[in-house]
């Protein structure tokens, strides 16, 4: 059974830090990884996706990707109260298909 | 441009009846992937249709079956409910290719729930 594990949280950081959310995997062949925010009520939305070893930035979210350690990290510079929502990571499954696999997800929580 | 609609929004039904959900991929896609989201869970995948085909489909009952149409537009149709069928029911979908990189995009979902 492949597995996405993330912390529910909630994960609560004043207004201005970072805020760190992790995720790890089991599945070692799995080579897309992608990080969702979801808002209460709402359905999930695209923040960041990854595939290689390292670093990629995009504004103030940062994604980072250790595949020999089966991690995969989002950070949040700069944390705003509109950042407070639920962080879900997702892995490619691989295949024929891009079936994801979704953690259960972390719950950001930014006091103002 | 438009993204992934979904139809209904909300939905109340009983046990035993059946319902169908609906979904257009956002323009230029031709993959549907079904995803449900129980409450304080991640999505679980249901399956995923493309060329009018199931391509793969994950751990649910034949209970769950779909349909996808000529214009990538897909439904997904549920029998018999049941009280632990009350979930999001999302559309995700994508452009489909050997490359294993494709994004999925969620539509808004449906709330379906059974009582």
């Known amino acids: 059974q492949k597995e996405v594990e993330q912390n529910s949280g909630p994960l609560s950081v004043p207004e201005g830090a970072i805020a760190s959310l992790n995720c790890t995997y089991s599945?070692?062949?799995?080579?897309?990884f992608f990080w969702y925010r979801q808002y209460s009520g709402k359905s999930p939305e695209l923040i960041m996706s990854?595939?290689?070893?390292g670093d990629k930035e995009d504004g103030r979210f940062t994604a980072q990707l250790n595949k020999a350690s089966q991690y995969v990290s989002l950070l949040i510079r700069d944390s705003q109260p509109s950042d407070s929502a639920t962080y879900l990571c997702?892995?490619?499954?691989?295949?024929?298909?891009?079936?994801?696999?979704f953690g259960t997800g972390t719950l950001l929580a930014v006091q103002p | 441009d438009a993204g992934v609609t979904q139809s209904p929004t909300h939905l109340i039904k009983t046990r035993g009846q059946q319902v169908t959900l609906r979904c257009s991929p956002k323009?230029?896609?031709?993959?549907v992937s079904w995803y449900q989201q129980a409450l304080g869970q991640g999505p679980q995948f249901i399956f995923q249709?493309?060329?009018?085909?199931?391509?793969q489909r994950g751990n649910f009952p034949d209970r769950f079956s779909g349909h996808q149409f000529p214009n990538y537009s897909s439904e997904l149709n549920v029998n018999a409910l049941l009280l632990g069928d009350s979930a999001l029911y999302l559309c995700?979908?994508?452009?489909?290719?050997?490359?294993?990189?494709?994004?999925?995009?969620f539509g808004p979902g449906t709330r379906l729930l059974v009582l």
């Open positions: 995700a979908s994508s452009l489909a290719s050997s490359h294993l990189t494709e994004t999925q995009y």
């Open positions: 599945d070692r062949g799995s080579q897309s």
């Open positions: 990854i595939y290689s070893n």
């Open positions: 997702a892995v490619n499954e691989g295949g024929a298909t891009n079936k994801l696999i």
């Open positions: 323009s230029g896609h031709d993959t």
């Open positions: 249709y493309y060329e009018e085909e199931e391509r």
